[in-house]
């Protein structure tokens, strides 16, 4: 459902050049877990955006399903992250005036659903997630962990088949890590959402079904176990 090849990207120019991506080749096939690791800086975020078409690669093609997404234009990756892609980051990325609810129905208001569909779609999101009862909180009456589960509810209320996670427990502690984790494989398992996780912790990449390791903006390892 992804593929890249031969993607390299550079930020900068000249002396202050720095080789982010150079050269990567890689599939990741529907229902897939795949965590994307390594030391900072090897080009684990980048590899991400550009999967995600949030930034542009330099070289190469990356294709999602049928859509050649080095081809599109911002508004075309725009509808395609829309309707297939969920994102969850390290510190939730939830907007402090917006309730639980308002937070997870964000994409769908974004994307034109009228305010009492995205509601119970937003309410239906929340339960999967195991928040059902939280709708009415703001994230700043919520712990790290209900954020994230928030945060999941968006990444998910449009169906996603796919999702995208930065470092999501990289701000939690390791039961709630855990548990977010349990909850994105329950996803997996469910609906068979494949799961792209970039982390530094070993104990997430090894829950994985494959791990990628990059350094120096190479993969130095694609496989079932860690090294
Ligand atoms: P990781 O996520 O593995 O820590 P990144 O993908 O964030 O690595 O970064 C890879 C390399 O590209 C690093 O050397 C980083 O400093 C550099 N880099 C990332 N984003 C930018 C940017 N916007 N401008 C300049 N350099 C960048
Ligand atoms: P990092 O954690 O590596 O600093 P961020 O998590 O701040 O990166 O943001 C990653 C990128 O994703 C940013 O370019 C941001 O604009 C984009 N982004 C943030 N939230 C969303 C979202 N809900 N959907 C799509 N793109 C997003």
């Known amino acids: 459902m992804i593929r890249v090849s031969e993607v390299s990207k550079t ?30 800086g090897c080009g684990k975020t980048t590899l991400l955006h550009l999967l995600a078409g949030l930034e542009e690669a330099e070289k190469g093609e990356i294709w999602a399903g049928e859509a050649l997404i080095t081809q599109l234009d911002d508004q075309e990756i725009a ?11 390290q510190t939730y990325h939830l907007v402090p005036v917006l309730t639980a609810w308002e937070n997870a129905a964000l994409p769908l208001i974004a994307s034109g659903v009228s305010t009492k569909e995205a509601r119970t779609r937003a309410m239906e999101a929340l339960k999967e997630v195991g928040l059902a009862d939280k709708a009415h909180r703001y994230p ?34 390791s039961d709630t890590a855990d548990q977010i984790i349990g909850l994105l494989e329950m996803l997996n398992r469910h609906y068979g959402t494949t799961l792209v996780i970039v982390t530094h912790d070993p104990k997430v990449a090894d829950r994985m079904s494959r791990i990628i390791r990059l350094q120096n903006g190479r993969i130095v390892h694609d496989g079932g176990a860690a090294l």
């Open 140 to 173: 700043s009456q919520l712990s790290g962990g209900q954020n994230q589960r928030v945060a999941i509810a968006r990444a998910i209320i449009g169906k996603p088949s796919i999702i995208w996670a930065d470092e999501p427990t990289g701000a939690l502690d």
């Open 79 to 89: 509808k395609i992250r829309l309707s297939r892609m969920g994102f969850v980051f």
């Open 11 to 40: 930020y900068g120019k000249g002396e202050a050049a720095t080789r982010a991506l150079r050269d990567v080749s890689l599939t990741i096939a529907k229902g897939e877990t795949v965590a994307i690791t390594g030391p900072s």
